[in-house]
């Protein structure tokens, strides 16, 4: 049997939600608030970043949904970008989702995951092993798991449904559990709302932007569905479903578990803790630790890191979807483009990504890792956002509209816009926001070069 040019539409409504839901509830919601709390001491702006958060997340979604229906096709950031500002663009774009947008991704859930598995034994691991092993304990597990759901993603779309199907539900029902179950049953103070709550200082905007670049990471994979847009069903009703009904479920959910982290934390003892404080990274089970105790917090441990497993699923599922688009398009290397003979997947475009992403997992802390994806991420997801606007001039047929254009994507990138100004402002945050804008930067030569190689290949753009 010869490869397909294109995979079949095998991937339901319900596929879609939970690629939403996988891609958006990973690390951020686990870590991030605690290095906002431990910044500010202020709950009330906590929440009220989350909230905005959130509605950032949803205007990416509605914009999104304009432009996946209008281009249901394999390729996700790469073809919308292309087709709204060009093919050199879309290599841009293309390229920096594959690194900054998947595999780093990747690699920082996957340490995460394993940081998080592990905790509860680093002591014993510690006087069991040699220093070597003990200290690479977490990137060799991390890259063993990349691997692993690598490989189970290669074997077809069922096996692919029927996994992410199974590994995001657990994660849905261990954050609802902390939300719900340590409220109505932990050791918690609402009191915590009124320490240090307030319209914030000059000293707070600094550390509440860095808080929002961490909080629209948290959000990032709104438009985890649209990756999926050239094999999912009946795309014009399928699609817009899939990304505003995932994204509204995890706005609800993110601002409960928030709710749940400054009942559990006294804002005044997180403010006294240094950034550097294991425990402030891993803000949820010092909550839960702080709500139940430490052998509560050692079990949901495991747990959190078992669910985080959903998140490398669904990066390691949708992003190999963009090489794909770009190999067929001739604007990556050409095995890439290829489907497997029987199981219909881009099996060596998702090894490539797995590949790229272990080569990250040893690139760094996960601190470093989350600063540098961060913030390339929310400059691609700006770019995607912005491609609406030419869309929207040319006879490209949408069967969904946006509300209130042009608001939403005008406000989804002005507050990107904010962020990243304050990610390169700042200095500790400086280093790593510049390699990552220089990543993105690295795809200007590369597509100009690939661009006058192929002028007048690129696909045409009607679904």
């Known amino acids: 049997m010869s490869d397909p040019l294109l995979p079949p539409r095998r991937f339901g409504y319900w596929t879609g939600h939970f690629v939403v839901l996988a891609s958006m509830i990973g690390a ?27 509605v950032m997340a949803l205007a990416g979604a509605i914009t999104i949904a304009e432009v996946a229906t209008a281009l ?7 073809v919308f970008v292309r087709e709204g500002f060009g093919p050199g663009a879309g290599v841009v774009a293309g390229w920096a989702t594959f690194v900054v947008g998947f595999a780093g991704p990747t690699a920082v859930v996957a340490h995460l995951a394993l940081a998080y598995l592990t905790a509860p034994f680093a002591d014993r691991l510690a006087s069991i092993l040699p220093p070597w092993a003990a200290r690479s304990a977490v ?54 709302l009124a320490v240090g709550s307030s319209w914030p200082t000059a000293t707070q905007w600094p550390a509440l932007a860095t808080g929002l670049i961490y909080v629209s990471y948290a959000y990032s994979g709104w438009n985890g569905a649209a990756y999926l847009a050239g094999e999912i069903r009946d795309p014009s009703r399928l699609l817009p479903r899939a990304l505003i009904w995932g994204t509204l479920s995890v706005v609800v959910l993110y601002l409960l578990v928030n709710l749940t982290y400054v009942y559990a934390l006294d804002p005044a003892a ?33 747990l959190v890191g078992l669910s985080l497993v959903a998140s490398v699923s669904a990066y390691i599922l949708t992003g190999p979807r963009v090489t794909f688009a770009m190999a067929q398009d001739g604007v990556f290397p050409t095995f890439a483009g290829r489907l497997h003979t029987t199981r219909e997947v881009p099996v060596r475009a998702t090894v490539a990504q797995g590949l790229t992403a272990i080569v990250l997992v040893w690139s760094g802390t996960f601190l470093q890792l989350l600063d540098y994806t961060s913030v390339g991420l929310a400059v691609v997801s700006a770019m995607v956002v912005a491609s609406v606007f030419p869309l929207r001039r040319r006879p490209v047929p949408s069967p969904y509209r946006l509300p209130l254009y042009p608001l939403p994507p005008l406000l989804y990138i002005g507050l990107v816009a904010w962020t990243v100004i304050q990610q390169v402002i700042d200095r500790e945050k400086r280093p790593q926001a510049v390699l990552s804008l220089a990543t993105i930067l ?6 100009g070069w690939v661009t006058r190689r192929k002028r007048g290949a690129f696909r045409d753009p009607s679904p």
């Open 270 to 302: 997180m403010t006294a803790r240094s950034p550097m404080d294991p425990e402030v990274e891993k803000v949820a089970e010092l909550a839960v630790a702080q709500l139940f105790g430490r052998t509560a917090a050692n079990a949901f441990a495991i």
């Open 442 to 447: 690295a795809g200007v030569p590369l597509a």
């Open 28 to 54: 951020g919601i686990l870590t991030t608030s605690g290095y906002t709390l431990q910044a500010t001491g202020n709950p009330a702006a906590l929440l009220a970043l989350w909230l905005l958060g959130g």
């Open 139 to 192: 990137p060799i597990e991390a890259s063993l798991l990349i691997g692993l759901v690598t490989f189970l993603h290669c074997l077809g779309h069922r096996e692919s449904a029927r996994f992410q199907a199974l590994v995001t539900s657990f994660k849905i029902v261990l954050l609802v559990g902390l939300g719900v179950g340590g409220i109505a049953f932990g050791n918690g103070d609402w009191r915590h």
């Open 72 to 78: 249901p096709q394999a390729g996700g950031d790469y």
